[in-house]
């Protein structure tokens, strides 16, 4: 709480000022900023499955692997990139995209299915 705050409900306390006055000050000296958000960074990418016949899955990705996974498309050989891209699988995406802007990307991800025949699946980053 800020200081002018403080010391208007000192005056409201010793009775030099009625509340309806505390207010008109509170409004003079403008509402307290909020105190900022402090976001630690993913760390895993999470898929959970739950199924309605019982089976369950639990994937817990490390965004470290996604992070040498996009830069594993640099050593990957010029032949092998070829034979990849005639199969459709295009690496140079991997390698222009930005790693970091990705991973801040990721951390508003979440993906949640509850399907109508009692399946639920859940894709997030924690």
Do not use: W
Not at 51 to 80: C, H, Q, T, Y
Request: hydrophobic share 40%; aromatic share 4%.
């Amino acid at each position: 709480m800020s200081e002018e705050r403080i010391r208007i409900l000192k005056l409201v306390a010793e009775g030099k000022a009625t509340p309806e006055e505390a207010e008109r000050l509170f409004d003079a000296v403008g509402k307290e900023a909020p105190a900022p958000v402090v976001r630690k960074a993913p760390r895993y990418l999470r898929v959970t499955v739950d199924s309605s016949e019982g089976d369950k899955v639990n994937i817990r990705v490390p965004l470290a692997l996604v992070r040498a996974g996009m830069k594993f498309s640099a050593l990957v050989p010029r032949e092998a990139r070829e034979h990849m891209e005639e199969k459709g699988i295009d690496l140079s995406t991997l390698s222009s995209m930005d790693t970091e802007e990705l991973i801040e990307a990721l951390q508003e991800l979440e993906v949640n299915v509850d399907s109508h025949d009692g399946d639920i699946v859940k894709v997030f980053c924690e």
